[in-house]
């Protein structure tokens, strides 16, 4: 019988952490949980230790490792808590592959033990290729381990490129649903309310991405990300949305010809392509149905409108920290948006004026990737405190 596969979930509370706990329900000849990580769910966070009883959890939040501990009293488990407890619980799991289902730049330092430890990662965090990618590229080849795509266009490439080493990829299309204001004016965008941008036409994810995707920065971080994992330059790298959310991406190859990955909005089936890779599984998902979509429809994003895109562009090009500092701006103006402390539009306005002042470096460290993160978050904030006012003042 073959070997199990021992999992690690950075993030198992949230979206993308418990969907993966589903494909390991579905597949438990296949999977074991070595580790499981959480932020503040500590509810959560217990239910599934006691259902899965793995060899590590970990609590960032300090305030609840008493809580977890005497939960978790009964089951061979031990307990992590603190800033740097998904690092050590990590470390200690044993794991054969770490899905990285973090959100934002916090995704950043676990991952990387992930790697120094040897695993093989699952990313579905994409800020850490955005923030650290040749860091973390260059760590991974150091190690000798395999980033597996889980965005599901990333995966969609992914799929499209195996069996192809030896062709030359001429371009790659990234696919956008266009999330809940596609066609809609600036006019119109200027008074949206959160309620709206929370409401995706297709998928199902957190607020953070939830409004990333709504403003087209999602978008623009898979653009970078994308250049990371498949080495390419941005002019080889377009977006087009596609309202359908049936095709995930598409790859275009040297001779012109074209391969696309299909199939119905569901973040499993990317999760467990990750996990069984090089082998497909069997699964019982949901089958697409050429007549429920009887028109698929492509268009171009409206960068005009929604800034972000070309803002992830401009990252993209200057290259070293800038692409983390666009990062952690929209991390400050995506909270506040959804505090209703700025507007829709203002996130753009905040992120770019914050990549014109935070200084930007060539060639940089650890250290300086963890301290440009630092600055660009108090310039943003500064600025969310700024336009704060004149926000609730238009209001």
Request: proline share 4%.
């Amino acid at each position: 019988m073959e070997k199990k596969k021992q999992i690690a979930i950075l993030g198992a509370t949230g979206s993308i952490g418990t969907q993966a706990l589903e494909v390991v329900r579905a597949c438990p000849e296949r999977f074991e949980i070595r580790m499981l990580s959480a932020g503040t769910n500590s509810d959560l966070l217990i239910r599934q230790a006691i259902e899965f009883r793995p060899k590590t959890v970990a609590i960032a939040d300090e305030r609840k490792y008493h809580e977890v501990k005497a939960a978790l009293s009964g089951v061979p488990t031990t307990v992590f808590a603190g800033r740097d407890a998904m690092e050590e619980a990590i470390q200690h799991s044993g794991a054969d592959i770490a899905i990285s289902a973090l959100v934002g730049f916090a995704g950043l330092g676990p991952t990387l033990a992930a790697i120094e430890a040897g695993m093989d990662v699952a990313l579905a965090n994409k800020e850490t290729l955005v923030v650290a990618g040749q860091l973390v590229m260059d760590l991974a080849a150091k190690h000798g381990v395999k980033l597996l795509p889980v965005d599901s266009e990333h995966s969609a490439i992914f799929q499209c490129i195996v069996g192809e080493e030896h062709s030359v990829i001429e371009k790659i299309y990234l696919t956008a649903s266009g999330g809940p204001f596609r066609g809609k004016s600036r006019e119109y965008l200027s008074t949206v309310s959160q309620e709206q941008a929370l409401r995706h036409p297709n998928w199902v994810m957190g607020a953070k991405i939830t409004i990333d995707s709504a403003t087209l920065m999602n978008k623009g971080l898979e653009v970078i990300e994308a250049k990371w994992l498949f080495k390419l330059q941005a002019r080889q790298i377009d977006v087009i949305v596609h309202p359908q959310s049936i095709v995930h991406s598409l790859v275009q190859f040297g001779d012109g010809s074209i391969k696309a990955q299909l199939g119905l909005p569901d973040m499993k089936l990317p999760i467990q392509y990750a996990l069984t890779y090089p082998d497909r599984a069997k699964s019982n998902f949901k089958r697409f149905n050429f007549a429920e979509f009887p028109a698929l429809t492509f268009e171009q994003p409206d960068t005009g409108t929604f800034l972000n895109l070309a803002l992830a562009y401009r990252a993209l090009e200057a290259g070293g920290s800038m692409p983390c500092v666009l990062n952690a701006a929209n991390e400050i103006v995506v909270a506040a948006f959804l505090k209703g402390e700025v507007g829709f539009l203002q996130m753009s306005d905040i992120i770019s004026e914050t990549m014109e002042v935070c200084e930007h470096i060539a060639v940089p460290s650890l250290v300086d990737y963890v301290e440009a993160d630092r600055r660009s978050r108090e310039i943003a904030a500064g600025l969310v405190t700024k336009s704060k006012g004149i926000y609730q003042i238009a209001k």
